[in-house]
T-cell receptor, first 115, second 116 residues
């Protein structure tokens, strides 16, 4: 069975600091997609960043970047220069490419950015 | 571009009543998903459709829940009869479907259901 584990239920950092959210997953697939979704207090689910497993280069979107370690099955999210608007629940998610439309979500990490 | 549209945004009902949640996916998307989110259980996939056909309904909690997708632009999730433990935020999401780039899901704003 494919699983996604987020070991940090909750984190707090000061504004402008850098924070890293951890995610590990378990799969026997060789090709897949990984995602980080953000859910702010408005509860809207927003895609932050995505990574294809067959691409070695880590994805980057402005202040958001990932550290993808395929052998270790690790997919962490780094937020640089954190802003108050980054306060949200962050979900790591996995999809087996071309086999299933379902996305498997982790239980989330609640991130608080403190002023 | 209109995103995934859900209605109503909020629903308050009494135990025993029928509740119908509605979803319009993004045009051109072939897969549609219904999720339920609670503090206790987190985000749960209830059912998903591909090309209007239910593919996996293993997450539907019990027979009180049913979902339909009569056409590519509309889906409903019905709870009959509703119970207080059904209180949650229900999300609809859509995606292009397997074999397409990334297969990321786009979420609607959710419906907050309260059953008294």
């Amino acid at each position: 069975a494919q699983t996604v584990t987020q070991s940090q239920p909750e984190m707090s950092v000061q504004e402008a600091e850098t924070v890293t959210l951890s995610c590990t997953y378990d799969t026997s697939e060789s090709n897949y997609y990984l995602f980080w979704y953000k859910q702010p207090p408005s509860r809207q689910m927003i895609l932050v960043i995505r990574q294809e497993a067959y691409k070695q280069q880590n994805a980057t979107e402005n202040r958001f970047s990932v550290n993808f370690q395929k052998a270790a099955k690790s997919f962490s999210l780094k937020i640089s220069d954190s802003q108050l608007g980054d306060t949200a629940m962050y979900f790591c998610a996995f999809n087996p490419m071309n086999r299933d439309d379902k996305i498997i979500f982790g239980k989330g990490t609640r991130l608080h950015i403190l002023p | 571009d209109a995103g995934v549209i859900q209605s109503p945004r909020h629903e308050v009902t009494e135990m025993g009543q029928e509740v119908t949640l509605r979803c319009k996916p993004i045009s051109g998307h072939n897969s549609l998903f219904w999720y339920r989110q609670t503090m206790m259980r987190g985000l749960e996939l209830l059912i998903y459709f591909n090309n209007n056909v239910p593919i996996d309904d293993s997450g539907m909690p019990e027979d009180r829940f049913s979902a339909k997708m009569p056409n590519a632009s509309f889906s409903t999730l019905k709870i009959q009869p509703s119970e207080p433990r059904d209180s949650a935020v229900y999300f609809c999401a859509s995606s292009l479907g397997s074999g397409r780039a990334y297969n990321e899901q786009f979420f609607g704003p959710g419906t907050r259901l309260t059953v008294l």
